[in-house]
């Protein structure tokens, strides 16, 4: 194939959308040579302006769009195109599912180097209002010294002032508004180049009973008297808070939650039910955005083992409160479970002890080092639930793991790419790999969680 050369792109050309990439940006071609154009959506005809050209691949953004695809809707929320969290909000809900189907292949045929079984997405139950974690960053205007709080502009450090975001719960937007204005009254000062007290809001709040946490990131190390009385103000004045901390960081990265926080009202957790049980859920305490969704993947997984298998045994890593541990309790033989973060092992302690749930063992630790040592002792567990973090397992982590399980992994992702790197991985083991489902945790983001499910012929 005869390939253009790329300094003969013109800067701004008239090129139809193909699909998706992973990072929800629709991809043209022109003689081979990728263009990833921003808010444009598959089938469209879009005249765009194209960036840096590099080697093998450019940034565009849309100039016009002169033939729209059949799946380009009207964004429900009028700051979808200023704020960068909701990347597709222009495309119908319906079509989005397909897409995020068409990325997962394209990402396994990629990596992999197959596509196996990936069975439709299941949506969502809510598509607005769906979020229930909340971690806004706070900074203020430089003449009136007004409070603002809201999401960066899409690839920038330019925070836009929200007021109301369609996709959390709406008295979510009380409660920030509400911290807004009663900061200035307090002597509280928002963050500007590192400087200024408040740094960020988290909101955690709860589907099943709709309470709330509310924790205030400071950049300080100790709680200033106005930070204490902006604390009691929230929780005197607005309804259904469970509880105010106050979270510690004076550290010059992005990372949202420094190591210490103290509540300063109420209680450190709040409570989200998830396959009929309460489990408790704290400020640092992993826990999906979309409560609803992750009923489905729960119920989803526990009518899977029920179907497939009796009375298992169960290693439930990465486990955060140890919630598939938990779900899974009354269909199972045992469950052990490793956690690294100390609160959430804590919590999930409290949630065990309150139900009297007598087949759980609990382990804080990594969950490398935790493998090695039951691969040491002779473990081994029928099902072994992996649901690491983004950048997925080590390859020494499911070396243990394989070693560890007798029948079935299942692995649990948030990241297409790493799942398939490490799918690749096990399947070179030989494991064989059932099917993929999908489930859709973030409506209107290029975001997808994805099931795996291995079997490990050879044991
Ligand atoms: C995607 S979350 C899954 C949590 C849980 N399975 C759930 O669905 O609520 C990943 C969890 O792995 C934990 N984690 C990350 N790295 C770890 C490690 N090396 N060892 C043990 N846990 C780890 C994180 O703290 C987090 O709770």
Avoid: W
């Avoid at 080697?55 to 964004?75: F, Q």
């Avoid at 769906?130 to 806004?136: A, C, E, F, G, P």
Wanted: with cysteine.
């Amino acid at each position: 194939m005869q390939t253009i050369n790329k300094k003969d792109i013109p800067q701004e050309i008239t090129v139809e959308v193909e699909k998706l990439s992973n990072l929800g940006y629709g991809i043209a071609k022109i003689d081979g040579y990728v263009i990833f154009i921003e808010g444009a959506c598959p089938e469209d005809t879009v005249k765009i302006r194209i960036g840096k050209k590099n080697k093998n691949y450019a940034n565009a953004k849309v100039l016009e769009v002169i033939e729209p695809s059949k799946d380009r809707v009207e964004p429900f929320c009028p700051m979808q195109k200023i704020c960068g969290a909701c990347q597709l909000q222009f495309i119908d809900y319906k079509a989005q599912l397909k897409f995020k189907k068409q990325v997962v292949e394209d990402t396994m045929r990629n990596i992999l180097g197959e596509i196996p079984e990936i069975r439709e997405v299941i949506p969502s139950p809510k598509i607005k209002e769906y979020r229930h974690k909340i971690q806004y960053p706070v900074s203020e205007t430089k003449d009136s010294k007004r409070i603002i709080a809201g999401y960066y502009k899409s690839g920038t450090h330019e925070l836009v002032n929200i007021k109301y975001c369609p996709i959390q719960p709406d008295y979510c937007d009380k409660i920030i508004e509400f911290i807004k204005d009663e900061a200035k009254n307090c002597g509280v000062t928002g963050c500007r180049e590192n400087s200024g007290e408040l740094r960020h809001i988290v909101i955690r709040t709860s589907e099943y009973n709709k309470k709330s946490l509310v924790i205030l990131v400071v950049n300080s190390k100790s709680a200033s008297d106005g930070i204490k009385k902006l604390a009691r103000r929230i929780y005197e004045n607005l309804e259904n808070i469970s509880g105010v901390g106050i979270n510690f960081n004076t550290k010059n990265t992005n990372v949202i939650l420094g190591d210490k926080t103290e509540i300063l009202e109420g209680e450190g957790f709040i409570e989200e039910k998830l396959c009929d049980k309460i489990f408790k859920v704290g400020a640092k305490t992993f826990f999906q955005v979309n409560p609803q969704s992750a009923d489905n993947i729960f119920r989803y997984i526990k009518e899977y083992v029920s179907t497939n298998f009796s009375a298992p045994s169960i290693l439930d890593a990465y486990a955060g409160i140890t919630a598939f541990g938990i779900c899974l309790s009354d269909i199972v033989d045992k469950v052990v479970s490793v956690e690294e973060v100390k609160e959430s092992v804590e919590l999930a302690q409290e949630v065990v002890k309150e139900n009297r749930i007598g087949n759980i063992e609990l382990h804080n630790m990594d969950a490398g080092r935790f493998f090695e040592q039951e691969v040491k002792s002779g473990q081994q567990f029928d099902i072994t639930i992996l649901d690491p973090p983004r950048k997925g397992c080590s390859g020494e982590s499911l070396d243990y793991a394989y070693k560890l399980t007798k029948k079935q992994i299942i692995y649990v992702s948030c990241n297409p790419a790493t799942l398939a790197r490490d799918l690749k991985y096990l399947k070179e083991k030989g494991c064989r790999i059932e099917y993929i489902q999908p489930f859709d945790m973030f409506p209107h983001t290029y975001h997808i969680e994805n099931v795996a499910i291995i079997t490990l012929d050879s044991h």
